[in-house]
């Protein structure tokens, strides 16, 4: 070993330890703070929770349960939750869990797991989990009965059925409301489609047709249907809810399940997984406007390339925001009615900011809400003794 030959010895300095995000090139000077993989090889569970940041307060994000999910997917998620609840103004930070599951497995297994899952993230306070793909509220309520610490609850413990009601559909059709000001779309009359007809893509397809919209097509993990004269949305969510699919709509063309991106339509919704739309995917789509109930549907090149085609593209974190908002209410202890008021007024001051923004500026709508959200959050971490 060799050793100074004078004098004290000089210290050397350790390089520093990178963590799971950095091995991945995923952390930056927001986060994320913590990367927990739980893995429990006797039942099934394995699972990954990012916490991003929590200047605000202990992160609320939902918990995904899907067999094809991955960090990468979880960090992405948890960054959207970050930006979306700065810009929805909440006392939360982001975060997101995913269990690398298949939800449709047998009831008693996915209790099983959803419990051991909630065990293993006892500890970490600054999580709350709420309601995503694969789970609901019979799972937010396992999770409340192991740990105490969850959103999204039934009705019965307290809860604000957020998927019953359909608050990010209810949220998604104020973002479209006020979108009509910076974009040629009348909502009255406006031919709607919408990818992935489940909690968020049916009530969206509800409260728009309420404004005069009229679906013009919709698909689900199974298939697709189009109708240029409009679809019967009360009878499309009858068939959902008694267990069947898209495609069991007895009017109609039935269609493959992707070919949902090429019906023609003025508002085009997706309500499903993430990076559906691709760059390649622009050219098919025919549309003014892209209101995205999903979260990250479209990656970064392609809302460039929608950008540059004219097309308005409502960013995910501004206009799904519908959902974490009434969680915080719910966990703030506020009622049904209180949290439909805060998401009216929210998304409505939010999209018009964003937007404004945006033509004032010439830059993308999500660069506005970006800029916004980490003003936001740059503010809250400046006012935090550890920054
Ligand atoms: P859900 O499970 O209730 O519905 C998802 C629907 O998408 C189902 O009908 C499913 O069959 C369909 N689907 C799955 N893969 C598909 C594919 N490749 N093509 C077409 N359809 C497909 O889930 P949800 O709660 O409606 O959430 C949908 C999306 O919205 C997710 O990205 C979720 O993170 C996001 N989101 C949900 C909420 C909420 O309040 N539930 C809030 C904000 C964002």
Known sequence: MNR???????????????????????????????????????IGLRA????????????????????????????????AMTFKNAVAGLRHGGAKSVIIADPAMPPNQK????????QAIGEVTDYIAGPDMGTNETAMAWIADEIGRSVGLPREIGGIPLDEIG????GLTIAAEVAEEFSNVKLDGARIVVQGFGAVGKHAARFLCEKGCILVGASDSRGAIADPQGIEVADLIRIKEEGGQVADYPRGKKLDRDAVIDIPCDIWIPAARPDVINVGDVDRLD????????????????????????????????????????????YAGGTQASALAII???????????????????KRPRI???????????????LRRWR
């Open 4 to 42: 100074p030959r004078t004098g004290r010895a000089k210290r050397v300095k350790k390089p520093e330890q990178p963590n799971a995000a950095d091995v991945f090139g995923l952390a930056d000077d927001l986060g994320p703070e913590k990367v927990i993989h739980v893995h429990r090889p006797a």
């Open 48 to 79: 990954i929770l990012v916490i991003d940041n929590v200047a605000a307060g202990p992160a609320i994000g939902g918990t995904r349960m899907a067999p094809d999910v991955g960090l990468d997917e979880c960090f992405r998620l948890a960054r």
């Open 111 to 118: 209790e099983e797991i959803i419990r051991a899952f909630a």
């Open 167 to 170: 608050v990010t559909g209810f």
């Open 287 to 330: 549309c003014k406007m892209l209101l995205q109930g999903a979260n990250i549907p479209v990656t970064p090149e392609a809302e460039v390339k929608l950008f540059e085609r004219g097309v308005l593209s409502i960013p995910d974190f501004v206009a799904n925001a519908g959902g974490v908002i009434c969680g915080a209410v719910e």
């Open 344 to 362: 009216e007024e929210k998304i409505r001051d939010n999209v018009h900011a964003v937007l404004a923004e945006s033509r004032a500026s010439g």
């Open 368 to 382: 506005a809400a970006q800029n916004l959200a980490e003003d936001r959050i740059k503010r809250a971490m400046s």
